[in-house]
């Protein structure tokens, strides 16, 4: 006989098919009614789906409940968080996915406490390092569905899974899903047909004495009298079932000694569909998500503490709105892309939101700043929001009424671009002395590149004066090459080369391919009897400075209007455009792309064909605080249909970074906001997007049967996503680097911190009060002692990584400062300059103190110190 623990829950998208807002009508009955049965029922428990989101938007609704809501949770009978939504594994940033759980936590303790379960049941696969970052949260275990493989992964639903680095968690995997015990009745037809094949399942695939069993699914009811139902139940059965929570049942967990050990990632569509190629779908949501996270992380709210530590105070609380914004996309479906139109529109103003938020803060801090330094228009504020001292390129925006000008200590600065705005006459000037009507003179927005030195962590002033003559400005040129000390790039024969310093040549070295695509918006699929073309671009122009030269390509192609088309012989077509502009920095060894498509063309995939000369075995793809190796399968795998319900195929996601390596050179891809790529022969394929028309679609070539999305389930309707088409103008930002050397984490981990580093400036504005939005709106304040034209907040080693500075979720004068370390070596942080700072303390990521004195930072893992002004 086995215990069989019955956790009733339900399982809430925030939005799906359905918008958030049909969601919240569908949570005040159903959440009221779960209330009222723990109520009447005392032996009721029920987990609300592990988000605590959810249950703010109820509370708005319904107040009134708050105090029953905190008298049932701590007394263990209704479990909420520990996740602000249901977070994506995949296609998140790192501390995106600890942000959701701080936050989450933070938002649980509010209400009385929170389950300390990673509950994740519906999630698309997972990333290796779930177990590294939840046990930084000071959670020891997960719960989930999707991923596993029994044969590959772990001999049964319990185990121990490892981090890269040696974090250890309990696994839990909800065989059957989190509706294995949907709908639970205690009649005859539902024990026989439904319970006991269940149960009978799962007590095959584990030796345990006891086993676990959700009983709940997508937005649904709490099961009423469900204690005694299962009473009745345990009458007719050889196992006893029992009403249990997940934290029950891994208090079991952690007793049994003989759990096996898994390392690695969970994403194989072997007991349920992962969608493995979802990383391409709805390009425009993972891009604002990945620019919006970009400038949370690396510009806002490392500015916080530097503005704070000068008296400019922001709170916390207005950074936590922008926050919930971001992470409310965050969720499984959302930032899939397996979402309806108008949940898409929804993610999207969100991000807006968050993004308005995050610039108006950005805004007031430079502006405050400025102000307390009394800067002239003349003056520019140049900002480094990195733990390290910056020497080397940056890009300054300013405002000047000539390009007649030069700064001060940067001979070579270069005009990257100059945008010209007309004079204006009979201009409204409001002067003390009453209004007046003036003539408003021209100037120029310039983007200056400049080689310069910030410090670590703050900031430096740098001057710009008028002269005799221009800044230097790319300067066209007839050459058909571009060059560096580390490569030459050149077009010859049609083709676009690449030649490194060390000699190897490589041809055809970037083309475009396009193919239908016959899935829907959870799988890219082939359509049948269509061929992929290659599309190569001519050269265009090239640009040269001292500081960069650019060579941009272009090509106009004429390809199959829609997948009805593409099997025709001489079908109507539409247009696709692509622009890419190669870039090559003086002194840095990246080469950096920005690919421009105008697409006019439905229901089709776009990759970037990037040679690489290197007929690898396997790939080295980032995760977070680590890399992964993954095999090349070159081309789809046979027979998989027997074990898969889903294409195996090695279309893969990376956080930053993906590489290959040979005896020779490594050669290393990064991108910005583009999350997907294949490996074949010897190139990279980098999804740019895979555009579709429907939400659901069956049996797909990829992906056999019903439609993911419930399309075809009965009584629903097929949902068609013509915002899903991508039809418009998209850019897209990837970069490479080929290094004669050794593959070496350390430096490719770098390598994506420079390529991503943020460029910040500000300049007092008269000519333009639109540039920075609330510059207009923002009245000086009055000044003290005027601040210095030099700031560092703190410093750390260069060979360390920089994770984040954030904020203190608990206390206004704190800031957590977290490095990583995604090298298999240990670090340990020495040498350390924290001036500003009256307080140093070792934390987990929810700001528990750690009672370790040195500050080691362990193999593929992160070392968080909460620091008090």
């Not at 005040?28 to 779960?34: A, H, I, K, L, R």
């Not at 609300?48 to 319904?62: A, E, F, H, N």
Request: glycine content about 6%; charged content about 25%.
């Amino acid at each position: 006989m086995s215990k069989v623990h019955i956790v009733n829950h339900t399982h809430w998208d925030r939005e799906w098919y359905f918008t958030t807002a049909d969601a919240l009508v569908l949570s005040e009955s159903c959440f009221t009614q779960v209330l009222d049965e723990l109520n009447n029922n005392k032996d009721a428990m029920f987990c609300l789906d592990g988000q605590t989101s959810i249950l703010d938007d109820y509370v708005r609704l319904k107040p009134e409940r708050a105090k029953q809501i905190e008298s049932f949770i701590k007394q263990g009978r209704l479990a909420i968080g520990p996740w602000y939504t249901q977070t994506d594994a995949f296609f998140v940033n790192a501390e995106s996915i600890i942000r959701n759980l701080t936050i989450g936590i933070r938002d649980s303790l509010k209400y009385g406490g929170y389950m300390n379960v990673g509950y994740l049941p519906d999630t698309f696969g997972f990333n290796a390092q779930m177990p590294t970052i939840l046990k930084n949260c000071g959670i020891d275990n997960i719960v989930f569905w999707r991923g596993i493989n029994f044969k590959k992964h772990a001999i049964g639903p319990y185990f121990n899974w490892q981090g890269l680095g040696g974090q250890e968690i309990i696994a839990v995997n909800l065989v059957d899903g989190y509706g294995a015990a949907a709908h639970l009745q205690d009649t005859d037809e539902y024990i026989a047909k439904r319970l006991v094949p269940v149960t009978n399942k799962l007590k095959q695939l584990t030796d345990s004495d006891e086993i676990i069993m959700a009983s709940g699914g997508d937005q649904l009811d709490i099961i009423q009298d469900l204690p005694q139902k299962l009473t009745t139940i345990n009458k007719q059965t050889k196992d006893c079932y029992e009403v249990s929570t997940y934290a029950h049942f891994l208090e079991y967990l952690r007793q049994q000694k003989n759990l096996k050990l898994y390392i690695g990632e969970l994403r194989e569509p072997c007991e349920s569909r992962v969608h493995k190629s979802i990383g391409s779908v709805r390009y425009d949501i993972k891009l604002n998500s990945f620019l919006l996270e970009q400038k949370l992380l690396y510009r806002v709210e490392p500015m916080m503490a530097i503005a704070r530590a000068k008296g400019i105070h922001i709170g916390e609380k207005l950074l936590s709105v922008a926050w919930k914004k971001l992470l409310e996309g965050h969720a499984h479906d959302s930032m899939g892309g397996c979402i309806s139109d108008d949940v898409a529109t929804d993610v999207l103003h969100r991000m807006k939101e968050a993004n308005e938020i995050a610039d108006g803060i950005e805004n007031m801090m430079k502006k405050r700043l400025s102000e307390q330094m009394q800067l002239t228009e003349q003056e520019l504020l140049i900002v480094n929001t990195t733990p390290f001292p910056f020497s080397g390129l940056r890009i300054i925006e300013f405002m000047s009424p000539s390009k007649n000008i030069k700064l001060v200590d940067c001979e070579d600065a270069v005009i990257l671009e100059a945008i010209y705005y007309e004079g204006r006459s009979n201009i409204l000037l409001e002067t003390p002395k009453g209004p007046r009507y003036i003539q408003e003179e021209p100037y120029y927005m310039l983007r200056v590149l400049a080689p310069i030195e910030i410090p670590s962590m703050g900031y430096r002033v740098i001057k710009y004066e008028n002269s005799n003559h221009s800044l230097l400005e790319l300067e066209s040129s007839s050459d058909t090459s571009i060059a560096n000390k580390y490569c030459k790039i050149f077009f010859e024969e049609d083709q676009l080369k690449l030649t490194t310093h060390f000699g190897k040549t490589i041809d055809s070295f970037i083309e475009f391919e396009d193919c239908a695509n016959d899935g829907d918006t959870y799988d890219f699929s082939p359509l049948k009897g269509d061929i992929p073309k290659l599309l190569s671009l001519e050269l265009k122009k090239v640009r040269k400075s001292s500081l960069m030269e650019m060579m941009t390509l272009e090509g106009t192609f004429h390809l199959p209007l829609n997948l009805k088309e593409r099997l025709k012989e001489n079908g109507r077509t539409g247009t696709l455009s692509i622009k890419l502009q190669i870039s090559l920095l003086k002194d840095v060894d990246r080469v950096e792309c920005v690919c421009i498509v105008d697409n006019q063309v439905y229901t089709h995939r776009l990759r970037a064909k990037i040679n690489t000369n290197i007929k690898a075995k396997e790939t080295i793809s980032s995760v977070p605080f680590g890399f992964i190796n993954r095999p090349v399968l070159n081309g789809d795998p046979v027979d998989w249909e027997n074990e898969y319900v889903e294409i195996p195929t090695d279309i893969e996601p990376y956080d930053a970074s993906v590489a290959v390596e040979s005896n020779e050179y490594h050669f290393t891809v990064f991108s910005k906001g583009m999350k997907e790529y294949q490996f074949i022969e010897d190139c990279f394929y980098l999804t740019l997007f895979a555009s579709t028309s429907q939400l659901g679609k069956p049996d797909l070539l990829y992906r056999p049967g019903r439609a993911s999305g419930d399309t075809t389930k009965k009584g629903h309707v097929m949902i068609p996503t013509p915002k899903a088409e991508l039809i418009g103008t998209h850019q897209f930002n990837f970069a490479f680097r080929i290094a004669e050397d050794k593959y070496d984490e350390d430096s490719t981990a770098k390598c994506w911190e420079d390529y991503t580093v943020e460029h910040i400036s500000y300049q007092s504005q008269t000519l333009n009060k639109f540039i920075h939005r609330l510059d207009n709106k923002l009245q000086p304040r009055e000044q003290g002692q005027q601040l210095s034209y030099v700031f560092s907040l703190l410093e750390v080693p260069k060979d360390n990584h920089f994770s984040s500075l954030s904020p203190s979720l608990y206390e206004d004068n704190a800031f957590l400062l977290r490095l990583k370390n995604p090298t298999d070596k240990f670090k340990r942080l020495t040498d350390y300059k924290f001036p500003s700072f009256t307080k140093i303390a070792k934390v987990n990521c929810i700001e528990e103190i750690l009672e370790e004195d040195e500050y080691i930072i362990p193999p593929y893992d992160m070392l968080t110190l909460k620091l008090w002004l």
